[in-house]
């Protein structure tokens, strides 16, 4: 009897929960919706017309959706950096609070390259999705 890929994912998801992973069970970003606030990112001269989410087919739909997350959790690393640093001025500089702040601010530096190198793999999708 052939074992269903399915089997692998659950042995992954097993893993992952010994180190304290669960399952998401949110509602998805309004992807499309916030497509056209970073769209323009992808504007050149050779391309003119970047598409909307709702035109581009799965690979690039993926790639968009990798950008976007990236951008989001560089967001909520930014406002972990805001409360840190209002801890800062609020209870005053320790070292303890300044060192904090450090790590968190380099987290956030970080998801910035992070977010770099997803508008870089997106792009290359544009490109070879304009070259198929």
């Known amino acids: ?12 998801v097993a893993e992952l929960k010994r180190f304290g992973y669960t399952p998401y069970g949110g509602v998805d970003p309004d992807w499309a919706g916030m497509w ?3 769209q323009g990112d992808f504007a050149t001269l050779q391309r003119a017309h970047v598409p ?3 035109e581009m087919g799965p690979w ?3 790639g968009a959706r ?3 997350r990236r951008r989001l959790l560089a967001d909520r690393l930014f406002e972990e950096c805001q409360v840190l640093y209002g801890r800062l001025h609020a209870e005053g500089i320790n070292t303890e609070l ?3 702040y450090t790590l968190a601010r380099d987290a956030y ?7 770099g190198k997803a508008r870089e793999m997106l792009e290359e999708v544009f490109t070879k999705t304009v070259d198929l």
Do not use: K
């Open 1 to 12: 009897m052939l074992v269903s890929p399915q089997h692998l994912i659950d042995g992954e």
């Open 36 to 38: 056209p606030l970073l």
């Open 52 to 54: 909307s989410y709702a």
């Open 60 to 62: 690039p739909q993926e």
């Open 66 to 68: 990798i950008y976007m």
């Open 98 to 100: 300044v060192e904090a």
């Open 109 to 115: 530096e970080e998801a910035v390259l992070d977010f």
